[in-house]
């Protein structure tokens, strides 16, 4: 599993919070006074150099009181610093460490990144039941992208025992918020029947959803193909599965190939023709006969 998921990751890093607009001034004072939440505001700002000149050193200084007191979303922060903060050292340690501090107080982000980390065993042992543990209270509390990661998990029986139904549950939790990376997986689940054939409509709706995003994709084109064939989701439409089955032929998908040279020989979509049939029959005994002998 990828942090982008090929989809699965972008970082779950969020700084803002919900404070009241102040001056720089106003933030110092406060923060020299120990106040947690003006420690962490100043130190984002620090940061982002929004109202001040960035200084990523000292923006970390004032966020890691405000964590050292206890704040959660703080020890969040530093658990992204030591992870992947910009000018500023990385160590994996004391990122899951700091991560911990806020999962433990219920912080859903912290959640996911600690799930990761132990997902990829980055400064602790890797363990996918854990992984699992805290994608599972992550997903819970509304983040998609451990809503996503969690469906994975379920999917390949990682940390947990295989559960496909939950997979498409988590995964479709995870796009109906909008996470695209969860489209492919879900997709490939009802496409192949793991929610019955009343879930093919879905799965035809999120294959036409697929191609507006990667209209080249021929694995894409073929699965298009064969749901206008065999009317899964839509209604038959030999001419339409015809196209489609062109179309990724063309983008040298080899099972296309063969399907459409068989096409071609029957008369299905299109007007028989034993010359196309051998030409399309060719290429993909051709490819066929190359990607034996290239492994």
């Not at 859903?108 to 600690?114: D, P, T």
């Amino acid at each position: 599993m990828k942090r982008s998921f090929g989809c699965i990751l972008i970082a779950f890093f969020i700084f803002s919070v919900m404070l009241p607009a102040q001056s720089i001034s106003e933030l110092e004072r406060k923060a020299n006074a120990g106040d947690a939440n003006a420690q962490l505001e100043l130190g984002i700002s620090l940061y982002d150099g929004k109202g001040v000149a960035k200084n990523a050193a000292v923006a970390k200084t004032w966020i890691e009181k405000a964590a050292k007191q206890g704040l959660a979303h703080a020890e969040y922060i530093m658990g992204y610093f030591y992870r992947y903060g910009e000018d500023l050292p990385h160590d994996n340690a004391l990122a899951v460490e700091w991560y911990r501090r806020a999962a433990m107080k219920g912080h859903a982000q912290a959640q996911g990144e600690l799930a990761f980390m132990y997902y990829m065993g980055s400064g602790v042992e890797q363990s996918y039941e854990n992984s699992v543990y805290w994608y599972q209270k992550s997903a819970e509390a509304g983040e998609d992208f451990a809503q996503h990661s969690l469906g994975y998990l379920y999917m390949k029986g990682l940390g947990v025992e295989e559960n496909l139904q939950k997979a498409i549950f988590w995964f479709r939790k995870s796009v109906a918020q909008g996470y695209e990376s969860s489209k492919h997986h879900l997709f490939g689940l009802l496409y192949d029947g793991y929610d019955g054939p009343e879930a093919y409509p879905e799965a035809f709706r999120l294959l036409n959803e697929l191609l507006q995003k990667d209209s080249d994709n021929d694995e894409y084109m073929y699965k298009m193909a064969t749901m206008y064939y065999d009317g899964m989701g839509v209604k038959q439409d030999f001419k339409e599965a015809f196209l489609w089955m062109q179309k990724s032929a063309e983008a040298d998908n080899t099972d296309a190939q063969y399907e459409l040279a068989r096409m071609y020989f029957i008369g299905i979509g299109v007007e028989p023709d034993s010359l196309m049939g051998n030409y399309w029959y060719e290429i993909w005994e051709e490819n066929e006969y190359y990607n034996y002998w290239s492994w």
